[in-house]
T-cell receptor, first 114, second 111 residues
Framework: ETGVTQTPRHLVMGMTNKKSLKCEQHLGHNAMYWYKQSAKKPLELMFVYNFKEQTENNSVPSRFSPECPNSSHLFLHLHTLQPEDSALYLC?????????????FGAGSRLTVL | DAKTTQPTSMDCAEGRAANLPCNHSTISGNEYVYWYRQIHSQGPQYIIHGLKNNETNEMASLIITEDRKSSTLILPHATLRDTAVYYCIVRVIQGAQKLVFGQGTRLTINP
């Protein structure tokens, strides 16, 4: 596996379900990110993790709970979501403090909340 | 972070050069210009970045004006696979890259 891998690619859940999105990066990066992309809207930054520590929470509702057990893995735990939370959730990673510090994105997890 | 302004959409013929403009008149001295693109329903992909000199890589060229208030991304020989939304972002290079994506330019390459 190379790059940033997100699973599942598609998820359908009810409003009372609990599910998790998983992201794994194989690039040796030290920062990881969650972005949300709703239909016809720009990407919105949700969370930033730097060396496993959360450094940014962009006013995200508590029904979204991130977890970063190590610098290669990032989870987004979902519970009691609303239909308006249906979106493409994108994970990214970057290597800070060196070179271009560009973000590498995964293919995304498309979430539908019924 | 400095705000950027891009045209909403552009068309280009296959095989021709696609020139995508971006205005960033409030850019600070330590902010770089980054370009990403997003092909439909995929994650964004990094293209190129620069500070004040023109840059070229295997994907594109970046031309930054001398006053750094605007830039142009050039795809020299556009193909159908270059159809995507192109984002121009200005950001310092240090620290976590909390990129702020705008609406971008929807580039359509026509056969």
């Amino acid at each position: 596996e190379t790059g940033v891998t997100q699973t599942p690619r598609h998820l359908v859940m009810g409003m009372t379900n609990k599910k998790s999105l998983k992201c794994e990066q194989h690039l040796g990066h030290n920062a990881m990110y969650w972005y949300k992309q709703s239909a016809k809207k720009p990407l919105e930054l949700m969370f930033v993790y730097n060396f496993k520590e959360q450094t940014e929470n962009n006013s995200v509702p508590s029904r979204f709970s991130p977890e970063c057990p190590n610098s290669s893995h990032l989870f987004l735990h979902l519970h009691t979501l609303q239909p308006e939370d249906s979106a493409l959730y994108l994970c990214a990673s970057s290597q800070m403090s060196t070179g271009a510090n560009v973000l590498t994105f995964g293919a995304g997890s498309r979430l539908t909340v019924l | 972070d400095a705000k950027t302004t891009q045209p909403t959409s552009m068309d280009c013929a296959e095989g021709r050069a696609a020139n995508l403009p971006c205005n960033h008149s409030t850019i600070s001295g330590n902010e770089y210009v980054y370009w990403y693109r997003q092909i439909h329903s995929q994650g964004p992909q990094y293209i190129i970045h620069g500070l004040k000199n023109n840059e070229t890589n295997e994907m594109a060229s970046l031309i930054i004006t001398e006053d750094r208030k605007s830039s142009t991304l050039i795809l020299p020989h556009a193909t159908l696979r270059d159809t995507a939304v192109y984002y121009c972002i200005v950001r310092v290079i240090q620290g976590a890259q909390k990129l702020v994506f705008g609406q971008g330019t929807r580039l359509t390459i026509n056969p």
